[in-house]
């Protein structure tokens, strides 16, 4: 499921149970939009995976809270705690190991 967060409190009930993989990404950059397709690729081979979407400038709570400073960043978290992160545009198989792992 891709979902995209619109609100801190929707994504903290969203991100405190389980592994979520949460992709921060701005609508103008170009590396965003093709990890984008990467993600819905991904979520064809992995529905029942958590992936959340937050918008760099609509999110600044999330932003802050996880001192992300570019964009895309893939943040994986497990029970609402970061455990690891990737910049810049991933491959599909980079992060199905991290959801699978």
Known sequence: MIKEI???EEFNELAKEGKVLVDVYSKTCG???MLGFVLA???KDLPES???KIDFDQN???VEKYDVASYPTIL???NGEEVQRLKGLQQKPA???LLEA
Do not use: G, N, V
Request: net charge neutral.
């Open 50 to 52: 958590a992936i959340l």
């Open 31 to 33: 590396p965003c939009k």
């Open 95 to 97: 992060l199905k190991k």
């Open 76 to 78: 994986l978290l497990e």
């Open 41 to 43: 690729d991904l979520e």
């Open 6 to 8: 619109t609100s801190f």
């Open 60 to 62: 600044k709570e999330i």
